[in-house]
């Protein structure tokens, strides 16, 4: 099974923590040439310097805020022009806040489709030109899987997850007959600094301990744990590969087998 990826360039969004670094880590592991991306340049100096440089792969830092698309996107469209064609993009950014989907404004909605969709519209239309040329491309969008059966108090994440979900299907369907794929990994609950904040807020609002709602919400997942932010990026890393080659347009849960919808 092919999983090399010497020569080819991935550009991770979110890279700085969680799911996103895993992920760079993972495919510089597997020969990847990766560039990060985030608002935090020290965070971004840092990661990159940890990762794995063993194959000859090159590695680079581009300091980008996801709330400003036109921001995101002349910052790598410098960077192609300037280095190199990007071979696998990972579409990955922090989730809208929590509460109801009534009670959230039309500015949150706004704002969480122009961070999330409109991001990956303007990444994917800036990185597939080059893909095309190579006949090679991994379009690979970290969601939730609240696409597939919505989580209770997540009503804006709920919304524009979903819409990222069918955007995804739909470039699928447009770019495989050129050698790309465009496919969603569903993380369940992870342990990344989003899970904690979420664990605190529904401490505060029930009254009990964190490690009360932490057992409760493992208790719903039938292996009985979260995941670790590895064992995501191993199913992200595997769709970027070679391997994947005839995998696209899927939804992939990675969440223990928590979802009940098939």
């Not at 792969?57 to 300091?63: E, G, I, P, V």
């Not at 509460?99 to 704002?111: L, M, N, S, T």
């Not at 239309?125 to 609240?146: A, C, D, F, H, L």
């Not at 904040?197 to 932490?214: F, L, R, T």
Request: glycine fraction near 8%; charge should be neutral.
């Amino acid at each position: 099974m092919n999983i090399d990826l010497t020569d080819k360039t991935a550009l991770v969004c979110g890279s700085t923590q969680g799911i996103g670094k895993a992920t760079a880590e993972q495919l510089a592991k597997m020969g990847a040439n990766v560039v990060l991306m985030a608002r935090n340049e020290q965070k971004l100096v840092e990661v990159k310097r940890q990762l794995d440089t063993s194959k000859g792969q090159q590695h680079f830092h581009l300091k980008a805020d996801f709330n400003f698309p036109p921001e995101v996107r002349i910052k790598v469209e410098s960077f192609i022009e300037e280095f190199m064609p990007i071979d696998i993009l990972v579409n990955n950014t922090g989730g809208p806040a929590a509460g109801p989907a009534i009670d959230a404004k039309v500015d949150e909605y706004i704002h969480a489709f122009n961070m999330h969709l409109v991001s990956n519209q303007s990444l994917a239309q800036t990185v597939v030109p080059g893909m095309k040329e190579r006949g090679y491309g991994r379009i690979i969008n970290v969601i939730s899987t609240s696409v597939k059966q919505p989580l209770n108090g997540l009503g804006v994440s709920n919304t524009i997850r979903g819409a990222v979900a069918n955007w995804a299907k739909t470039l699928a369907n447009e770019l495989g007959e050129f050698g790309i794929t465009v496919n969603n990994v569903l993380p369940g609950a992870t342990n990344t600094s989003r899970l904690k904040q979420i664990i605190e807020n529904k401490a505060a609002k029930s009254g009990k301990s964190e490690d009360e709602v932490a057992a409760t919400m493992t208790g719903q997942v039938p292996m009985k744990r979260f995941a670790e932010p590895f064992e995501v990026a191993n199913g992200i890393a595997f769709l970027a590969s070679p391997a994947a080659s005839y995998i696209n347009g899927v939804n992939l849960p990675v969440d223990g087998g928590r979802t009940k919808s098939l």
